[in-house]
């Protein structure tokens, strides 16, 4: 399976460009290509393989000098089986343009090597790669440990960077398991939050890092926001001072399968839009086993925006994730599952695509 998540940012002043019909029908036909291609990438069971024997789907292995609207593929109903023949073919006349002027950060999981081929071949595509790497953990009073950098790979940073002379590479840093008490006794001490800045900075340096994607806000809820606000803008500075980069990833402004707040809102992104560089909007994952549903409907993804920056003062701060998955969500199941071209044949996927597609033109 291959798995990258993008986010993208929203220009400041081109709300209604970038929200219009024919944006929304480009990003509903990106993703679809998306989905196909990990189906048609999974890995078969021996049961699978035999039904597969007899009805393999073709696949388009060479590049391509023209691009994917010259030949046609960027339509609003694609079909999938155009879109499992075409999705290796890529245009490497192309693949070094950019068509976008904003910020894109690309996440890359470990456990997915493709994802690091994915960034060298299209790294000037990109203006921040983000592998999912790093864990920060609390080990007594001002005393805090660094874990995953056994991931950290300087053959392959070095490699992007090559690619792309303007690329930043920014891991994600996750707060594992913090308690509550160890959140509280960083929050009361500026000792603590000192040493803590202090230490990532140190971190980035050593490890020759541009920066972190910091993963924070969710674990508390919507508890002690004030000290956290105060906690991120002081890291926010500290790594400002050594010309470090600070993303923060925030969920939803606009609760999933509601119109509520989420647990971030306009007044928290107003406190720290001018210290943080870029924020990771989670815009995925509305649905859910007890509510199915699309992964990421327009009009959510276009609220979440419009709570946090109405007057568009700071959009261009905002990147807006865009999910590269879809998920299944089965009547026995208890719970969702990343679609996969493991968990059931090619073309038991294609006749859902294509049930799907019949049900949204005669609706």
Known sequence: MQQLRV???VPRGQEELDMGKNTVRLLCTSLSLIVICWLAEGTLSKTDAKKGATKKLEEKTLHSDKNVQDRG????????????????????????????????????????????????????????????WLQVKRRGKERFQFTGLHDAD?????????????????????????TYQDFESVFGSEDEIEELSKNMVLLAK???????????????GNQKQMDLIHLLIHLSEALHEAQLKVILVIPPAVAAGTNQPGMF???????????????SLMTYDYSTPQRPGPNSPLPWVRACVQVLDPDSKWRNKILLGLNFY???????????????????????????CNKAHTLRVQT
Request: glycine share 8%; proline share 3%; aromatic share 12%.
């Open 7 to 9: 986010a993208s940012v």
């Open 73 to 132: 593929l960027v339509v609003v109903d694609p079909k999938a089986k155009d879109i499992i023949l075409e999705h290796r073919s890529y245009c490497s006349k192309k693949m070094k343009e950019r068509h976008f002027s904003g910020d894109v950060l690309g996440y890359i999981t470990p456990w997915n090597s493709h994802g690091y081929d994915i960034a060298k071949i299209f790294g000037n595509k990109f203006t921040l790669i983000s592998p999912v």
């Open 154 to 178: 300087k053959g392959w940073m070095k490699d992007v960077r090559k690619t792309s002379k303007n690329i930043k590479i920014v891991p994600r840093i996750l707060f594992d398991g913090w």
């Open 206 to 220: 050593n490890e020759n890092f541009d920066g972190f994607v910091v993963e924070v806000w969710s674990q508390l």
């Open 265 to 279: 809102t306009k007044k928290e992104f107003d406190q720290l839009a001018s210290a943080i560089d870029s924020f």
């Open 326 to 352: 879809g998920m299944d969500y089965s009547a026995l199941g208890a719970s969702g599952e990343p679609i996969v071209g493991s968990s059931s044949t090619h073309e038991e996927h294609l006749t859902r």
